[in-house]
């Protein structure tokens, strides 16, 4: 079982930056590959970033490639989204997830974080 703690949202305006944290309960983190979803009113829950258990390897989807960077830090058993030149369409709740795979998963995620809300004003 893995417990997931994000942190770090709040209100900011068009071209800041935020960087949200998730941290991880337990000792299997390094087990995990891990991945940031977000949210907005209205809309499905969309994959931003993913990133491997070794950090090696990551994904972006294409509307946050250049601006948002994930990154992990398994001897902290915490993962991370630097966010940089914010727009209003990336206001959402972001969700961290987790998932035991030595793969980069974008889907079907088995731990969740209870969400952090991102405000973007313009």
């Known amino acids: 079982q893995v417990q997931l703690v994000e942190s770090g949202g709040g209100l900011v305006q068009a071209g800041g930056s935020l960087r949200l944290s998730c941290a991880a309960s337990?000792?299997?983190?390094?087990?995990?590959?891990m991945g940031w979803f977000r949210q907005a009113p209205g809309k499905e829950l969309d994959v931003v970033a993913a990133i491997t258990r070794s950090g090696g390897v990551t994904y972006y989807a294409d509307s946050v490639k250049g601006r948002f960077t994930i990154s992990r830090d398994n001897a902290k058993s915490t993962m991370y989204l630097q966010m940089n030149s914010l727009k209003p369409e990336d206001t959402a709740t972001y969700y961290c997830?987790?998932?035991?795979?030595?793969?980069?998963?974008?889907?079907?995620?088995?731990?969740w974080g209870q969400g952090t809300q991102v405000t973007v004003s313009s």
């Open positions: 337990g000792r299997t983190f390094t087990r995990h590959a």
């Open positions: 997830a987790g998932k035991e795979s030595y793969k980069l998963e974008l889907r079907d995620y088995d731990y």
